[in-house]
């Protein structure tokens, strides 16, 4: 759309920017993206190795977060310190766990996988209690927390025993679910008030994860034989939306509806990268799945509920993932400090 404006020396027409698509929809994109994230892990390492896909995956997201910064006229973060801090992040935010559900996937369902990936905010939370002062336990917030981990052992079996459940590769993704609160939180206690842009700073956080993942990778890998052309074309999805677009979006959506709000995402996450295994990719499905999965989400959304403080909600004070993401400032749009967003998902 145009506007015609008239003036003395003529008739001006200004171009009038179109709308964003509704956050709803937006919100709707971002839960089936980084719920088929998994699906995508799990295709890419029939393919390459784990440190393959995720360096593949780095490399994409990378790449559309540089064009999203030269868009905008965005630049790089500047300081020593900031550059250090950003570097244990990307480490803990991104090349560790996407490291480790890219290796986990070699031995379990991307289902469980992504059951996984929902105990972030029970982590989280646990965490926060003892690394963040402000962040007090409640009894709901507690009973939220037992909640969630007995629904972990019921996706488990912990009543069988375990049986028929490879122990390195859940230990894995349970792993990389921890690994997002530990550099959400080192990221909250470090780059709060850095006085960057949150795109500024998660362009580099990735560009670092890259560079970790350029440095490991050919130390325990070898080039491909061949390029198999349908995990190559996974692994550039996975980066491109998985972690390219979606966290573009979900900077949209917490600027827009807040990080309350956005977050909603993580309990989307399980349920669709559990039918996607199960639909696509042909992944068995027993009922302790889907019934410890409702009760691990049921356990972090209690974790969530905060005290009234002062007529209001305090600020989260653990955004964790789900990551996925929890990946947004704990003051939304109306902080004035900026921290790189993480994702609410793998």
């Keep these: 759309m145009s506007t015609v404006t008239a003036t003395r020396t003529g008739i001006r027409t200004t171009s009038r920017p179109r709308p964003a698509p509704d956050w709803r ?194 130390l325990f890998t070898s080039l491909p034989t061949n390029f198999a052309i349908t995990p190559l074309l996974a692994i550039a999805a996975l980066g491109a939306l998985g972690t390219g677009l979606a966290v573009l979006l979900q900077y949209g959506l917490v600027a827009e509806v807040g990080p309350t709000t956005a977050q909603m995402v993580t309990y989307f996450i399980p349920v669709i990268a559990t039918a996607a295994g199960v639909a696509i990719l042909g992944e068995s499905l027993s009922w302790s799945t889907p019934v410890g999965a409702a009760i691990v989400l049921a356990g972090a959304a209690l974790t969530q509920v905060r005290p009234k403080r002062g007529g209001g909600l305090a600020d989260a004070a653990s955004e964790s993932a789900p990551a996925p993401g929890s990946a947004a400032d704990s003051r939304g749009s109306q902080g004035s400090s900026a921290r790189p967003l993480t994702e609410a998902g793998s």
């Design 25 to 218: 929809l937006r919100f709707g994109a971002l839960s089936l993206i980084w719920g088929f994230s998994f699906l995508l892990i799990k295709v890419g390492t029939e393919g390459y190795a784990p440190f393959q896909v995720t360096l593949g995956r780095l490399v994409f997201g990378t790449a559309v977060l540089a064009a999203a910064m030269a868009v905008r006229r965005e630049r790089l973060p500047r300081g020593a310190r900031t550059w250090a801090h950003l570097t244990v992040a990307a480490f803990f935010l991104n090349a560790l766990p996407f490291s480790l559900f890219a290796y986990s996937e070699l031995t379990i369902p991307s289902t469980l996988a992504g059951i996984c990936n929902a105990t972030s905010p029970l982590w989280g939370m646990a965490l926060s209690l003892v690394a963040l002062s402000e962040d007090r336990p409640t009894r709901v917030r507690v009973a939220g927390l037992g909640l969630g981990f007995l629904g972990v052992l019921t996706v488990l079996g912990a009543w069988q025993g375990f049986h028929g459940l490879d122990a390195t590769g859940t230990a894995m993704a349970l792993l990389a679910s921890l690994s997002y609160p530990v550099g959400w939180i080192y990221v909250r206690r470090t780059l709060a008030g850095a006085g960057h842009s949150n795109l500024s700073l998660t362009g580099a956080q990735l560009l670092l994860a890259t560079l970790q993942l350029a440095v490991v990778t050919p």
